[in-house]
């Protein structure tokens, strides 16, 4: 007799969750849906806003049907060969040493 009554009472306990569930789902649907209509009314005005200042502006909001055509690029010369390259005087390694580049110390003011 114990094991029923718990049984029922698991049972009905199970019942009143699922219909809770149900109940809490059908709520949040409906405040989904009415965010999503108070979105879509925002986007409307703003669409309706862009058009009205599209067309103030001259521009009217048409867009070209066809893109226009791109141009043709203008032909480049060829390339020409020209003959071997010719020597060139290279600098003498003996005439000019390298001097030592003096490094900085610290100075320490008191």
């Given at each position: 007799?114990?094991?029923?009554?718990?049984?029922?009472?698991?049972?009905?306990?199970?019942?009143m969750l699922l219909l809770a569930m149900n109940q809490l789902s059908n709520e949040l649907d409906s405040h989904v849906d009415d965010?999503?209509?108070?979105?879509d009314?925002?986007?409307?005005?703003?669409?309706?806003d862009v058009q009205t200042q599209l067309q103030?502006?001259?521009?009217?909001g048409?867009?070209?049907a066809v893109p226009?055509?791109?141009?043709?690029?203008f032909p480049?010369?060829?390339?020409?060969?020209t003959e071997a390259p010719?020597?060139?005087?290279?600098?003498?390694?003996?005439?000019?040493?390298?001097?030592e580049t003096p490094t900085p110390t610290a100075t320490i003011v008191p």
């Open positions: 007799m114990l094991f029923g009554t718990a049984a029922v009472v698991l049972i009905l306990i199970a019942l965010v999503n209509k108070e979105l009314a925002n986007f409307d005005q703003i669409r309706k103030q502006s001259g521009a009217g048409t867009v070209p226009t055509e791109t141009p043709t690029p480049t010369p060829s390339p020409v060969p010719t020597d060139t005087a290279t600098p003498d390694a003996t005439t000019e040493t390298p001097t």
